[in-house]
């Protein structure tokens, strides 16, 4: 099956590489707001599985249409011969430094590539970009143009109209925003310009939706396995007769902590790899809120888990809990007060350093110890019973999730994690996973319970689910 190649041309700085990274898939193609930032035309695969789905070819910007146009125009007897004249062209100056650029884009079209031509909806339509699009006309190969409205649709309206003089097919395509939706419409109508394209982009499109159903699943079952872990998770040591036990406790709380750091930020990657994401920056504050600081209630506050829904979180899941695990209650609201108390009071990180961190840690999990009937003792920290626990730890993950999966390729700026956390969530939905958590944590039906939440992750993942689900 012919795999399809299309050569995203325009002038520069119109956003050519960001559509190539967005169709691609590709968050290492080289965007720059200096015109001129690709030199030379690269091929960008669309692969799943190993299977290139189609091509995406990034070029340099035109600039000298109007020259091509008149050694086409002086070098053409009628319209049949059009496209050899462009084939003509690339051949005969592709070693000329004033011509560059244009062969370099020229080149994949003559070649056999489709062509997606682009222009900025936020700058004004001109009779000077009609040579070059009349040079993709003489062409002969199937296009369509898209109107990027890179500051604003001002101008779009103008554009289509002038741009439908010379495409049959013209959309508006925001290059760092198109949802996933309207790329593959877009890749359903290339199918449509050739009829060599139509069934392997049919199938590209199909694979792509399965493929967006697998990202769906696999990021909710990492999440899932995240959090089960997280709520589960305690860490023991010996400590034989004699021996100080307050450097194990740290030490202790030190491993807990690191080990939790650590499943979350693998989670994170195997979720940004799922969506092909290599490249990702995370913003100052996301970096520095993603390390130790999931353990520092404090920073709860920061990411809008403040108080309110705190105690929104501790209520409901109270009321639910409360009938049976009375202690359980008692041990997770008196820690989750405390704390919010000391934060209103010390508000602006009055309680901080090693001093805080080690009282807020009491508030997660809890330092045990056990005498060893042969001797000795042995300490544990964990597994947590603060209620709110896992609350954050899913926020997180459910947060940057939809970051990642709302995202295009094309999107340069660090992901923004410092955002309010599960603020979407209905109360019954609240109540729902606080009983979960707390069978989870207590080993009741634990394998019915784990599928029963990565049900609700799996719905809150996909992008498709009602959104009043979903905040933003
Ligand atoms: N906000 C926003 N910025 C965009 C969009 N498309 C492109 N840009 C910005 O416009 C600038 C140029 O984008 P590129 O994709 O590098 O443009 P190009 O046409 O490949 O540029 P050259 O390779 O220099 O010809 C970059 O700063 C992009 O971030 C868009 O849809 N929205
Ligand atoms: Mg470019």
Redesign the pocket.
């Known amino acids: 099956m012919t795999v399809p190649v299309f050569a995203v041309v325009?002038r520069?700085?119109?956003?050519?590489?960001?559509i190539v990274a967005t169709l691609a898939r590709d968050d290492a193609v080289y965007?720059?707001?200096?015109?001129?930032?690709?030199r030379e035309a690269r091929r960008y695969p669309m692969k799943v599985d190993g299977e290139t789905l189609y091509e995406l070819v990034?070029t340099?910007?035109l600039q000298r249409a109007r020259a091509v146009l008149d050694w086409l125009r002086a070098h053409c007897a009628d319209a049949a011969a059009r496209p050899a004249a462009v084939k003509a062209f690339v051949e005969q100056h592709e070693g000329d430094p004033r011509y560059r650029d244009e062969c370099q884009a020229l080149r994949p079209v003559v070649d056999g590539a489709g062509i997606i031509y682009?222009v900025d909806g936020s700058c004004p339509y001109g009779a000077d970009y009609e040579a070059e699009m009349e040079i993709l006309r003489w062409s002969g190969r199937p296009s369509l143009a898209l109107i990027?409205?890179?500051?604003g649709e001002e101008f779009v309206e103008e554009w289509s109209a002038g741009l439908g003089q010379f495409f049959r097919t013209v959309r508006t395509f925001?290059?760092?925003?198109a949802e996933v939706s309207k790329q593959l419409e877009l890749l359903e109508l290339f199918g449509h310009l050739d009829p060599a394209w139509r069934q392997p982009l049919e199938r590209a499109v199909a694979i792509l939706r399965q493929d967006r159903q697998l990202q769906v699943q696999g990021a909710a079952s990492f999440i899932t396995d995240l959090i089960v872990e997280a709520i589960n998770y305690k860490v023991e040591q010996a400590v034989p007769d004699g021996l100080p036990l307050e450097p194990v406790q740290k030490l202790l709380f030190e491993r807990y902590k690191a080990h939790l750091v650590r499943r979350e930020r693998q989670c994170r990657q195997r979720v940004e790899e799922l969506y092909y994401y290599t490249h990702l920056k995370k913003s100052e504050q996301g970096l520095t809120l993603e390390e130790s600081d999931l353990f520092n209630i404090e920073q709860w506050y920061l990411w809008g888990l403040g108080e309110k829904s705190l105690l929104v979180v501790a209520a409901s899941a109270g009321a639910l809990v409360g009938g049976t695990t009375g202690i359980a209650l008692d041990a997770a609201s008196g820690g989750l007060l405390g704390g919010l108390g000391t934060l209103v009071a010390g508000a602006g990180g009055a309680v901080s350093g090693v001093w805080g961190a080690r009282k807020y840690a009491d508030k997660i999990g809890q330092v045990k110890v056990k005498g060893i009937p042969t001797g000795g003792q042995l300490v544990s920290y964990g597994p947590s019973r603060n209620i709110n626990f896992p609350f954050v730890l899913l926020g997180r993950a459910l947060l940057h999730q939809r970051l990642i999966s709302i995202r295009t390729h094309?999107d340069?700026n660090a992901l923004d994690l410092s955002q309010p956390l599960l603020d979407w969530l209905g109360d019954s939905q609240r109540k729902r996973l606080a009983r979960i958590f707390d069978d989870i944590r207590n080993d009741r039906k634990p394998g019915e319970r784990r599928a029963e939440l990565g049900a609700m992750i799996a719905n809150w993942c996909d992008d498709g689910a009602p959104t009043q689900q979903r905040g933003g």
């Open positions: 325009g520069p700085n119109k956003g050519k590489s960001s965007i720059d707001a200096r015109a001129g930032s690709t990034d340099p910007g682009v990027n409205p890179i500051e925001n290059a760092h925003r094309a340069r």
